[in-house]
Structures are given as C-alpha cells and as structure tokens.
C-alpha cells in the first residue's frame, strides 16, 4: 500500500512540476519581418524602322520532272555518257539509241508503196481517158456515167496513195524515235536501262528535271501570312513576280553554312486541312550554277531554313517578349513604382514584339524581369540602385546601422550588473528555492 502511495506521489509531483515549466516557460522574442522589395532591370526602348523577317522551312523541289519513255522497240545499241545519273545535258541531246534497222526498211515499204499507187493512178487515168475516146468516136456524145469514167476507180487509188504517204511518215517518224533526245536542258535524276537491253513501248528508260531553277514550298501561319501582305492572284489578274518578297535559305554542309538567294513565285491555290496553314512557293534561279559564294549546288529533296523579307514598318518599337506579360501588356518603371500599360502588337518575330508607337510613352523605362503577379504601384527598384535603409543616415555620414548597433552596445550591461539592477538571485539561489517548491509539492500530494 506505501509503494502504491508513493507511485501515485511521483506521478502528481511530475505533472505538477511540468505544468509549472509550462506556466513559467520564456516567450519567444517576435521578429518583425521587413517587406522584400523586388529588383528588376529594365531598358529604355526607342523608335525605328523595323523589316519584318518570317522564317519557315521546306524541301527542294523540281520545277518540272519527266519520265524517259520509249515510243518503239528494239535493242538498246549505244547510251550517251551524259544519260548517267546526276550528269547535266543540254536541249535536245541524244541520250541513247534503238537498234532502227526495222524502221530504215519500213520506210524502203513505204516508199514503193508510193509508187505502186502512183502507178495505179495514172493507170486508171489512162483507161478513163480512152473510154471517153471510143464514145467520141461512136457518136456517143452523152456524159458517160460512173464506172465507164472509171471515176471510183481513180478515187480508190488516191485513196490508197494518201495512206501510203502516211505510213511512210510514220516510219520516219518512228526512224526519228529511235534516237531519244532530252526536252529541255536539265539533269539526270535515274536511268533504268543498260547496252543490249530489248525494249518495247512504254518501257521507262530514266527520270530527267530541269535545272533552270528550283521550287521550295514554304508553309505560314495565317499570322505570318497576313503579315506579308502579298498581292492576290485573280484569274484576270497576273501578279508581278517582281513585287514579290525575296527570300534567302540557309543549309548546314557539316560546320560550313552556306547561303543561297531566292523569291516568292506565287502562293498555293489550297490550305493544308489539317494544319491550318497556308503555303507560298519560293524559286531559286540558276541553282546548279557555280556562284561567288561558294554554295553547293542544292539536291532535290534536301531541307532548307527559309527568311522571308517583309515589308518594313516605320516608327515601331522592338521589345522582348519577356518584357511582357501574354504578349498583351507591359510593365514600365515610374521612381520605384510600376505601371502597366497595354499594348498594340503589330507583328512577332521569335523572342521579340513590334509593338505600335503610340503603346509605350517616348523615354519609357521597361522593365524586363518577368512579374506575372505584379500590379499597378507596386514598389520595386532597379539592380544596383541602393535601399531606402542604405540611403538613410545620421548627420556626418553616420548610417542608421552603425547607428543601431552603437546604441545596442551602449545599452548592454556586463551580466552581474543587470542581475543586480532588476534584482534577480544568483544561479545557486534560483536552483534552492526551485527544488523547496518541489518537495513541498510531492508533501501536499502525499
């Protein structure tokens, strides 16, 4: 029974002392947290003349492509070194030629054709012209009729002379297709025959462009293409190519870029479905030409970057676009504050705005640290620019710091001191009087 008193007399005097710890615990000392001005950078914008330059892409096309196809058969007998892929030919050179042996003797067939039917004609002739004769001479003097002019006859056999005359210029012909020249001047893209090789019509000899100049096809944004302003093309309209804007293309040749100078040529008849973008097709003229600069000639199907010169714009301002906010507004800097202003944008060009004179006031300040939350008045200051703090100070320079820390050290005591001003015992003391408390606490609760 005494082992369960003293139990429950621990246990009260534990609680009591720790509830008294908790009454007579030290309150923290508060600090007052200073307000943190943000700082930004900004720079002071001015008016110019802005060319306006859209960037796209696309792949090299040719201007026109062909199909060689044979219009005769027979034996390929000799091939010209220029029908060799990636060659260049000139107008109307001969690439190769079909064994024509079958074609130089059916003109030889034609040809007495010809005169078999002349033969036959003058043959006919004579036998009219004797019928009319004997008729005289009999005292028939009537118009003799059909068969005995022998007038069918004379028609049938210029008939068949007319068709011979024509089957002696097909064979010409077909003489002339044995030998197959190129349509224009341009550059062999494939060639899918060999020496000794039988052909027959419609069988596809190779694959040929022209190379006076090249197309890249350019796809815009409807933005972009508003901001070209290029003239419409109307069916009883033709638009000066001239008036269209130049474009310069850029591709990469391992570390070397390399340039090459272009035009618009016209813009496409349709909008792609399923991007929404509009296309307008640009020419580069004489591509395969050697140039000043250096270029390569450019290959069918490879990528170019593509700048497109735009009309210019007067009096505009060129800002970045982190100095806005959605592209809509704009923060200015007005002796530590901000104001925001909104602003009209004319066009965009990568990271940057053109934005309208009358957006931003002349000798504007702009801030360009990106404040998505900030507001009108809103205090901040300029990178490197001091604090209010740091700009104030006592007479003969001394700053309110230096101030605050001598006045702090003035008003300190050594420690034995400030125990005697308020009074308070020695450690020892303190540690008595605390542990009589206790044990009259444990007392009461036995």
Do not use: H
């Not at 040529?265 to 991007?275: E, L, P």
């Not at 395969?288 to 301002?317: C, D, M, R, T, W």
């Not at 001191?417 to 206790?438: A, S």
């Amino acid at each position: 029974m005494k082992q369960l008193i003293l139990i429950i007399a621990l246990i009260a005097g534990a609680m009591a002392l720790g509830s008294y710890l908790i009454k007579t615990k030290p309150e923290p000392r508060k600090r007052v947290r200073q307000p943190t001005i943000p700082v930004v950078e900004i720079i002071s914008p001015q008016l110019q003349t802005y060319t306006q330059r859209i960037r796209s892409s696309g792949s090299v096309e040719t201007n026109q492509s062909t199909n060689i196809i044979s219009e005769v058969s027979g034996k390929v007998i000799s091939i010209d070194s220029a029908f060799q892929e990636g060659n260049y030919f000139a107008r109307d050179q001969q690439l190769l030629s079909v064994d024509n042996t079958n074609y130089k003797n059916a003109i030889i067939i034609a040809s007495a054709e010809i005169s078999q039917r002349e033969l036959e004609i003058k043959t006919e002739q004579n036998l009219a012209n004797l019928a009319v004769r004997e008729a005289r001479i009999l005292g028939n003097n009537r118009t003799l009729g059909e068969m005995a002019s022998r007038r069918p006859q004379i028609t049938a056999a210029l008939a068949s002379l007319e068709a011979s005359r024509v089957r002696l210029q097909q064979a010409r012909d077909d003489l002339s297709k044995t030998r197959i020249r190129t349509p224009y001047q341009g550059r062999v893209m494939t060639r899918d025959v060999n020496i000794g090789q039988y052909i027959t019509p419609g069988t596809k000899l190779g694959e040929v462009y022209s190379t006076d100049y090249v197309e890249v096809r350019l796809p815009l944004s409807l933005s972009e293409y508003e901001q070209l302003n290029l003239p419409e093309s109307y069916s009883n309209q033709k638009v000066d190519i001239n008036r269209l804007p130049e474009v310069t293309f850029s591709a990469n040749f391992g570390e070397k870029t390399y340039n090459w100078k272009g035009r618009l040529s016209r813009v496409s008849a349709s909008m792609d479905a399923r991007t929404r973008q509009i296309s307008v097709i640009a020419r580069i003229d004489d591509p395969f030409k050697k140039s000043s600069s250096g270029a390569p000639p450019v290959k069918i199907g490879q990528f170019l970057q593509a700048e497109i010169i735009g009309s210019k714009l007067g009096n505009v301002y060129v800002i970045p676009t982190s100095s806005t906010r959605q592209n809509r507004e704009v923060m200015l800097y007005d002796e530590g504050t901000v104001r925001i202003r909104p602003i009209t944008v004319l066009a965009t060009e990568n990271d940057k705005l053109i934005v309208q004179a009358d957006s931003i006031p002349a000798n504007a300040k702009l801030i360009v640290t990106p404040m998505p939350s900030a507001k009108n008045g809103m205090t901040v200051r300029i990178a490197g620019e001091p604090t209010k703090r740091q700009q104030e100070g006592k007479p003969g320079g001394q700053s309110a710091t230096d101030s605050a820390a001598k006045k702090g050290g003035e008003g300190r005591k050594p420690a034995g001191e400030r125990g005697e001003g308020k009074g308070k015992r020695p450690e020892g003391e303190r540690g008595n009087g605390e542990r009589k408390k206790r044990q009259a606490a444990a007392q009461e609760a036995n």
